[in-house]
């Protein structure tokens, strides 16, 4: 399981419709945003592909002038306690 973190930049004017966007995407959540277009957001993926794919995508959504990961990790074995 790869968990991740991004601060997504949206376009003035069209922070509902990026938020829109966002939270149709699998594993995705919307945590914060900023009066001046900045989302926090967290990512869950089953693998490194699905993580880059989603990434991928949250940068082709309409409004989105970025998206900057912050921080991510990889869990082999996600139920297992450490």
Do not use: W
């Amino acid at each position: 399981m790869n968990i991740s973190s991004a601060i997504v930049h949206a376009r003035p004017g069209e922070l509902s419709i990026v938020e829109a966007g966002l939270a149709a995407l699998a594993g995705v959540e919307v945590h914060a945003i900023s009066p001046e277009g900045k989302l926090i957001v967290t990512i869950e993926t089953e693998d490194d592909g699905s993580n880059v794919a989603t990434y991928e995508r949250i940068g082709q959504l309409d409004g989105v002038l970025s998206a900057a990961m912050v921080y991510h990790q990889t869990e082999s074995e996600p139920f297992k306690e450490i």
